[in-house]
């Protein structure tokens, strides 16, 4: 096992996106997301994931220096457009205004579009639970994930977040997917030779399968809590999607034409500010 510090690990991200091509914005983006996933014992959403980037960025996928464009879309919405970047440079671009927008009428959102999308949501959430904003995230991914009673990949994983602001205290803070188990989980299985447990996937034919390569590769991951994370998994779709102008999981998938590339869609945040709701003495 190769051990590194987080510095270190920043340093082995950034330098690897940045000879490949990212520009130094989304190098340095992408590479915090990256190390914070190391840093909170999240394996799939770590150093890992720098391959899907630059794979992506190798087929076309992406755009390694693209400038994401704030819009001022109404009174209490924000629109990023991440212009075929990943969408970590698109939060950070459109956070500012987010938070002003939540300050100043209690409740507001962000809509980022046209991103490729592979991260953790909590890194984003941390961002606004610091500055004392109580936020929720989600997005949709590729199809990959069978709703409950199916055997074919209608959902994507559809990760939803939510962050708490404490006083003096580390925030609360839940990050997860609507399948039974983040994807990256399920190649981490495949690239140790590993059986996945029952539960997280099917074969093709809707047969319960612990073959990461048959889930990954012919069938489909399952969604957790049966038909409740499948109704969860049809909200993001919506929200997070069509609500926005943006793609669904199914359209992310055919967007991919095969590539195997990381999905390409929106994301929705929404602040809100426990001030405006309760005054100017409420205490989260």
């Not at 003096?168 to 990256?184: H, L, M, N």
């Not at 048959?214 to 038909?227: K, Y």
Request: glycine content about 10%.
């Amino acid at each position: 096992m190769i051990r590194l510090t987080l510095n270190q690990a920043t340093e082995l991200a950034e330098s690897i996106l940045l000879h490949n091509g990212f520009s130094p914005a989304h190098a340095a983006a992408v590479t915090a997301t990256v190390v914070a996933g190391e840093r909170d014992g999240c394996a799939s959403h770590g150093l890992y994931r720098v391959i899907g980037c630059v794979n992506s960025l190798k087929a076309g996928k992406v755009a390694a220096a693209a400038e994401p464009q704030v819009i001022d879309q109404a009174p209490s919405i924000v629109r990023v457009d991440a212009r075929g970047g990943f969408s970590q440079l698109a939060f950070q671009a459109g956070l500012p205004l987010l938070e002003a927008k939540a300050r100043s009428n209690g409740i507001a959102a962000l809509a980022i579009n046209h991103c490729v999308h592979f991260s953790a949501l909590w890194v984003e959430i941390e961002q606004l639970t610091a500055a004392g904003l109580v936020a929720l995230a989600c997005n949709p991914s590729h199809a990959w994930v069978a709703p409950a009673g199916g055997s074919q990949p209608v959902f994507g994983t559809n990760p939803i977040a939510f962050g708490w602001p404490r006083v003096g205290k580390p925030p609360f803070v839940f990050d997860f997917a609507t399948s039974a188990i983040a994807r990256g989980d399920i190649e981490l299985h495949r690239r140790a030779g590993k059986a996945i447990p029952e539960g997280w996937g099917v074969d093709a034919e809707g047969q319960p399968s612990t073959d990461p390569n048959v889930v990954l590769d012919r069938g489909a991951m399952l969604t957790f809590g049966g038909h409740k994370g499948s109704a969860l998994a049809a909200m993001v779709e919506l929200i997070a999607g069509p609500l926005i102008g943006d793609l669904t999981s199914a359209e992310s998938l055919a967007h991919d034409a095969g590539s195997k590339s990381s999905p390409y869609h929106g994301e929705l945040i929404i602040a809100l500010d426990p001030q405006r709701f309760l005054g100017v003495g409420a205490e989260a």
